[in-house]
């Protein structure tokens, strides 16, 4: 404004008012812009599909928020407002959920085989401590456990000696 310079300051301004290459630029960006929105949009409704609700009573499996497993199973007990929903555990705890964290899980009664085709089971190795054993899967681990401590021990002194 004063000696024909425009103003750096807040103050709201028109497009107009500002000079032609500026305004050029600033439709080049604008441009840029819009299309890197398009590509984001693009890129992620590749993917990306709508989840199906469920319903009250249905059988899920919750993802633990921090392991990131799906060991959890629950009940459906209430549907929330926004894609949540509260489920009930076996043990009687509630949990609120987003659907993302939810899987549909099918139970399967004693007596009835499940739906779908049948999966036979790979072979099994023959077991080195068979069942009823005296050194039990917790021992076992325990003994593994304590060779470890063992090797790091060794590691440790023979470093400190060298």
């Keep these: 404004m004063v000696f024909n310079r425009p103003v750096r300051d807040a103050l709201p301004a028109h497009r107009r008012s500002f000079a032609p290459e500026w305004q050029?630029?600033?439709d080049i960006l604008e441009k840029?812009?819009?299309r890197a929105k398009e590509v984001q949009i693009e890129h992620y409704n590749?993917?990306?599909h709508p989840l199906q609700p469920f319903?009250?009573?249905d059988h899920v499996i919750v993802q633990h928020p921090v392991s990131k497993c799906w060991e959890t199973t629950a009940i459906v007990v209430e549907i929330g407002p926004n894609r949540d929903y509260i489920v009930k555990t076996p043990a009687g705890r509630l949990f609120r959920r987003n659907r993302r964290m939810l899987r549909k899980r099918v139970p399967v009664m004693p007596g009835n085989p499940?739906?779908?085709p049948s999966?036979?089971?790979a072979p099994t190795p023959p077991e080195e401590n068979p069942p009823g054993s005296n050194e039990t899967e917790r021992e076992l681990h325990q003994t593994i456990r304590q060779d470890d401590q063992h090797a790091r021990l060794n590691v440790q002194r023979d470093t400190l000696n060298n």
Aim: no cysteine; hydrophobic share 40%.
């Design 24 to 26: 050029l630029k600033a």
């Design 32 to 34: 840029r812009a819009r």
């Design 46 to 48: 590749r993917t990306a």
């Design 55 to 57: 319903g009250i009573g």
């Design 114 to 116: 499940p739906a779908g």
């Design 119 to 121: 999966i036979q089971p």
